[in-house]
């Protein structure tokens, strides 16, 4: 599911997802390492994340025609197994803030909802079509750990 508004603050999209895992299992997907590393489109042994308030994450991701960019920013707000708000490095720019809530919905089958407003409508398409490719990535992977 998607939406998107404009608001005074910018242009903001909320995407969702959910699978059949616990909530834990996601978690980890988006915390460790090697889980993170094996869904994000990372280049291997790239993947730095140090999941605390304040701490800082780093990877680069490799796009299917071979490109390579660097990602970094730093943890704004971790609550396990709820709630990740990740400030992106933005070369020029002012940080861009990046929410995943998760939901437990019982029956170990959670929702991911990822939330970000950008500046610009163009970024706020490619951050939202970026974020699409990670949600979809995350949900097929994390029913295989």
Known sequence: MSTAANNESGYTYTLTAEVDVPVATVWRAWTENDHYEAWSYSKPGSVELDVT???????????????????????????ENELLVMGMD???????????????????????????TCPTQEAHDMAKQGSQMLLDSCAAYVTKI
């Open 53 to 79: 308030e304040g701490g800082r994450y780093a990877s680069t991701v490799v796009t299917p025609d071979g490109q390579e960019f660097p990602i970094t920013g730093r943890y704004i707000q971790v609550s």
């Open 90 to 116: 933005v070369p020029g720019g002012e940080e861009e803030v990046m929410r995943l809530d998760l939901d437990e919905l019982g029956e170990d089958r959670t929702r991911l909802t990822i939330t970000q």
